[in-house]
């Protein structure tokens, strides 16, 4: 074998790894993690309009939570947002 052999078959080997990975990568989202957008506001919306609201004109958050899990969809567990609690908050200060 000569050295272009060898960088040939490098070559070939790299590209076939990098395309293994991307086909992998692609296909992460399809396999039901996200639900569709128009199906899940159309699911609040059927929720929220079915429900009594209280005074400031939402529905109760446990009653919406019931309602969105008979219809199919989970509230995330987790924490919310970057920070603990859900804010945004600037980098730190470096000195």
Same mark, same amino acid.
């Given at each position: 074998?000569? !050295?272009?052999?060898?960088?040939?078959?490098? =070559? =070939? +080997?790299? %590209? *076939?790894? *990098? %395309?293994? &990975? &991307? !086909? *992998? %990568?692609?296909? &992460?989202?399809?396999?039901?993690?996200? $639900?569709?957008?128009?199906? !899940?506001? #159309? %699911?609040?919306?059927?929720? /929220? /309009?079915? !429900?009594?609201?209280?005074?400031?004109?939402?529905?109760? $958050?446990? #009653?919406?939570?019931?309602?969105?899990?008979?219809?199919?969809?989970?509230?995330? &567990?987790?924490?919310?947002? $970057?920070?603990?609690? +859900?804010?945004?908050? /600037?980098? $730190?200060?470096?000195?």
């Amino acid at each position: 074998m000569t !050295l272009s052999d060898y960088k040939f078959r490098i =070559i =070939i +080997g790299f %590209a *076939l790894s *990098l %395309a293994t &990975s &991307s !086909l *992998l %990568a692609g296909n &992460s989202n399809r396999d039901g993690n996200m $639900p569709d957008r128009a199906e !899940l506001e #159309a %699911a609040m919306e059927a929720c /929220a /309009a079915s !429900l009594d609201s209280d005074g400031s004109g939402r529905p109760e $958050p446990s #009653a919406m939570d019931e309602c969105m899990t008979a219809k199919g969809f989970t509230r995330p &567990s987790g924490e919310r947002g $970057p920070g603990s609690d +859900g804010m945004h908050r /600037a980098p $730190p200060n470096r000195m």
